[in-house]
Structure formats: C-alpha cells, structure tokens
C-alpha cells in the first residue's frame, strides 16, 4: 500500500508484477555473469596447469607411470572406442620404453560393471605382462583417479593418457595434487562425431567442477593403505 496526505491507496497489482519481474531479471543477469566468470577462471586455471604439458606420443618425455583413465566399457566387457584409443596409447608407450608401468583407474562400483579389470585384459592381449598393469577400482572421476594415484599408489610422476578434450583437466589435476604430470591426447576417435560433441560441452562444467573439488581439498570416494603395486612394477 501507498499513503499520501494520510490517505492509503492499494498499489495496482501490475505494478508489483513489474517490480517482481525487474527483480528477477535483475538477479537473473548477475547470476549470469557469475556462471560466465566463475568458468572462464575455472578454464584459464586449467590452461595454466597444462600449458607446455601436452605432447604426442613421440615426444612425450619418460616417466615411470602411465595413468590411464577409464571410460566407458560396454556389457561383454570390451572398452569403448574412447577407452580403447587411451589404452592403445599407453600400449604404445610402453612398447617404446616411455613407461615401465602403466596404471589403470576406473570405476567398479558395481561388480557386473568393471573398467579396471577390461583394461587390464585389453592391455594384456596385446603383449603387455599383466604384473606391469595396476588396477584402482575406484577412479570414479578424474579428480579421484589422480588423488588416488597419489594417496595410495604413491605415483609422483606420470603420463597421463585420455582424450586431447580431456588431457589438460587431468594435468592440471595431477600436478594440483602432487603427481608431476605430462600428458598425450587422442583425437583418433573424433569420427564419432556426437559422443565427440557431447563430450567436448560436458567438459565447460567439468572444469568448474576440478575447481571446485581442489579448492575443497576433498578426499577421494575410498582411501585406504598405501597399494604397492606401482611400486613393484617400476622396480
């Protein structure tokens, strides 16, 4: 209600809607550019983190480990296209001596569904010895897998090896949490153009998630004892 000169008046009901709306738009544009910065800082830091850490395959420098993430395997147990591209790679770096061991995480959070282990068998039908692949079944994402690699395998440097949308996220995960990491990007499985795509839009938010998870200093899913089987691969 409105008073003046000690008369009270009802104040008109498109009014308040106008003020309503005004208020909404205006919260709604500061909202907005909120998102807008926080992700553009969230991208910038990402960038930093990697910058002169990605290379190919053939001038990627040494490093005891490669960390290999997981992906997507389907129901008979084969790797997806995506996940199939990444082992290939740490499969060819170890056949040139760029790794000695090569650490696979994902998740196996149900037991008819198991990423580690499908990359294991991957990885050992094509020459790799299986006491050379080390299994964490709970990479959940990739923030765990390299707080993980870390925490409980002990990994201090690495290859990280995922695709090149993905790569400089990890990168710059792995060195936020104390793993000197380069990393090697596939852009084989690029054909697939909408799982490519999708991907590519699911990693704006992931970056501002990785922000998120090192500003938090929140600990893995699952911890436990130091895990010595990076250790004794390496040996």
């Known amino acids: 209600m409105l008073t003046r000169n000690g008369i009270v008046s009802r104040v008109p009901l498109p009014y308040l809607l106008f003020r309503f709306c005004r208020r909404l738009v205006t919260l709604g544009a500061a909202g907005g550019t909120l998102a807008v910065l926080t992700l553009a800082a969230s991208s910038l830091w990402v960038q930093d983190g990697a910058a002169g850490r990605v290379y190919d395959e053939a001038s990627v420098p040494q490093a005891p480990v490669a960390l290999v993430l997981g992906a997507q395997v389907y129901d008979d147990g084969r790797p997806s296209p995506f996940l199939a591209a990444r082992l290939d790679i740490a499969w060819r770096l170890y056949e040139a001596g760029k790794v000695r061991a090569i650490l696979v995480s994902g998740d196996h959070s149900r037991w008819a ?34 707080s993980r690699a870390r925490r409980i395998f002990g990994v201090d440097r690495a290859i990280v090896v995922t695709q090149s949308y993905h790569v400089k996220r990890a990168i710059t995960l792995c060195r936020n949490l104390g793993i000197n990491a380069v990393g090697v990007g596939d852009d084989t ?17 992931a970056v501002v998630k990785a922000a998120f998870d090192v500003l ?12 010595p089987g990076v250790d004794t691969a390496v040996s």
């Open 216 to 227: 938090s200093h929140r600990d893995p899913v699952f911890l436990g004892p130091h895990e």
């Open 189 to 205: 499985v690029r054909i697939y153009t909408t799982p490519w795509r999708n991907s590519v839009i699911r990693e704006r938010g």
């Open 113 to 146: 569904y198991d990423e580690p282990g499908a990359m294991q068998v991957y990885l050992v039908a094509r020459g790799v010895p299986a006491s050379q692949v080390v299994l964490d079944y709970a990479g959940f994402d990739t923030y765990d897998s390299c």
